[in-house]
Structures are given as structure tokens and as C-alpha cells.
């Protein structure tokens, strides 16, 4: 398996497999392909954080990471990471995983302190997150405190930041 980043070319083939990943999650509105669609036409961006895990069958899985900011001040490098999506029939074996420690460490190198995530905590905590709420780091609406997740790339770097997560108005239109 190979994990690179996105290509104009690969659009189409990462909204299908988004669209599939999601299709029969119970918590979820059926718009993530969307929401990846929106953040590829924003500021928050970043090309070399939109990654597709491929195989020769194609395009498996994908994960984004985009731009934030924690509190009032920008004081630390934040991301976001929504959505990962893997092809139902090929979840379960790791890929999903790889994508997440491909884009955590690319995240590092690129000079990122930190990641933000919604999600199940179970999954996501073996990765390093905890609830942000350690950190004094609260959502800009009502979720599950245990499911509002921060890791820290760069050791320390949360330990002075606290305040609302601010995510770019992409991630607010439907």
C-alpha cells in the first residue's frame, strides 16, 4: 500500500470512497464528501495533508488535515483532522491506521503542534488523543466531552493554550 497526497485527479474517486465509508454510520449526516469538498477551496488547506492510501485496486482510504485555531490567541500550530474515511470492505485491516500515522508525522514535519478531533474515542485514543478538556480546550458546540479529542505533536504544546476551537466556516455550512 501506498500513502501519497491527493491529486486534482483523484477528487472523484475520494468523494465515492468518503460517500462509502460513511454510508451506514449511525451518527452521520451523509455530508463529509461535502465538507472535504469545501476545505479543498479554503485557506485552511493544506495540500500535503490531504492523503489517500492506494493499492492496485485504487484509491482505498483517505484522511485531512486543515488548519485551526484554539483560544483567542494563535500561539500554536492546530489542525483539524476530519474526516478518515476507508472503503467499507477493506476497513478492519489496518489502513485506516496507517493513514493516521502517515498524516500524524507529516503533520510534525511540516511544523504542527497539534490536532484536534471529533470522534470515537476508543479509535482515536490509541493514536495518543485525549479529551481536550485536559487541555482546557472546549468545542464551539455541544458534544461529548470524552469524544473532543486533542494530541499533542510537539510535547508541551498544549499546556499554555486553552479557549474555544475555532474551525474555518467550512466546517458550519451545509
Known sequence: MQIRAEQKEDFSTIEEVIL?????????????????GRLRDSDPYIPELSLVAEEKDGILGHIMLTKISIGEE???KSLALAPVSVLPSYQ????????????LEKARELGYESVIVLGHPEYYSKFGFQPASQYGITAPFEVPDEAFMALELKRGALEKVSGTVHYSTEFSQT
Open 20 to 36: 462509502k465509508a460513511f454510508e451506514n454510520v449511525e451518527m452521520s449526516d451523509q455530508t463529509e464528501h461535502q465538507l472535504v
Open 74 to 76: 494563535e500561539s500554536v
Open 92 to 103: 478492519n485491516q489496518g489502513i485506516g491506521k496507517s493513514l493516521m500515522k502517515h498524516s
